[in-house]
T-cell receptor, first 110, second 113 residues
Framework: RKEVEQDPGPFNVPEGATVAFNCTYSNSASQSFFWYRQDCRKEPKLLMSVYSSGNEDGRFTAQLNRASQYISLLIRDSKLSDSATYLCAVTSYGNNRLAFGKGNQVVVIP | NAGVTQTPKFRVLKTGQSMTLLCAQDMNHEYMYWYRQDPGMGLRLIHYSVGEGTTAKGEVPDGYNVSRLKKQNFLLGLESAAPSQTSVYFC????????????FGPGTRLTVT
């Protein structure tokens, strides 16, 4: 089983709609969780950390489910500028490293 | 404050040639990482460093060597390039122990023919 798994999509979302996707992880000892955003042919940039109680940053909501070992990202009121690939990342190997998923590609359609 | 920079941005190599990719960060970060990103494979860790003078293997270290002689620089070497090393290479750095927020460089696009 891969350390971090994501459904690559693409997720085609009408502008203004809500989209959500999950990322599953295999290492129950993972302690920190993140969502990164990567635009086409650009470097990944941190979107938000994921906290145990769940957290929001504007239109973005991240949640952690330790029992089922997945994190989720929800985007409300999608904008054209939200089109990107969203990578989840979890700490690995004694927490010195991050393991990344392959990403969820989101395409917001006018 | 430039953040993380990478040199070069693009490179074409012939099979068997060698090259060094340079990563530099001006944020005084302890941790530095080299990843490669291939279509359908996601980001894979090649080598990383938890401080000046230290290096460790990641997920796909074969065919690469690294050095961290100065805290701000992390070099990735390819001694004898192979077409399988055609990829986009990203360097990243992190301040806090525990590989928390990582800051990425803009990437180096390498083609090996």
């Amino acid at each position: 089983r891969k350390e971090v798994e994501q459904d690559p999509g693409p997720f085609n979302v009408p502008e203004g709609a809500t989209v959500a996707f999950n990322c599953t992880y295999s290492n129950s000892a993972s302690q920190s969780f993140f969502w990164y955003r990567q635009d086409c042919r650009k470097e990944p940039k941190l979107l938000m950390s994921v906290y145990s109680s769940g957290n929001e940053d504007g239109r973005f909501t991240a949640q952690l489910n330790r029992a089922s070992q997945y994190i989720s990202l929800l985007i409300r009121d999608s904008k054209l500028s939200d089109s990107a690939t969203y990578l989840c990342a979890v700490t690995s190997y004694g927490n010195n490293r991050l393991a990344f998923g392959k990403g969820n590609q989101v395409v917001v359609i006018p | 404050n430039a953040g993380v920079t990478q040199t070069p941005k693009f490179r074409v190599l012939k099979t068997g040639q060698s090259m060094t990719l340079l990563c530099a960060q001006d944020m005084n970060h302890e941790y530095m990482y080299w990843y490669r990103q291939d279509p359908g494979m996601g980001l894979r860790l090649i080598h990383y460093s938890v401080g000046e003078g230290t290096t460790a293997k990641g997920e796909v270290p074969d065919g690469y060597n690294v050095s961290r002689l100065k805290k701000q620089n992390f070099l990735l070497g390819l001694e004898s390039a192979a077409p399988s090393q055609t990829s986009v290479y990203f360097c990243a750095s992190s301040f806090l122990q525990g590989a928390r927020e990582q800051y990425f460089g803009p990437g180096t696009r390498l083609t090996v023919t």
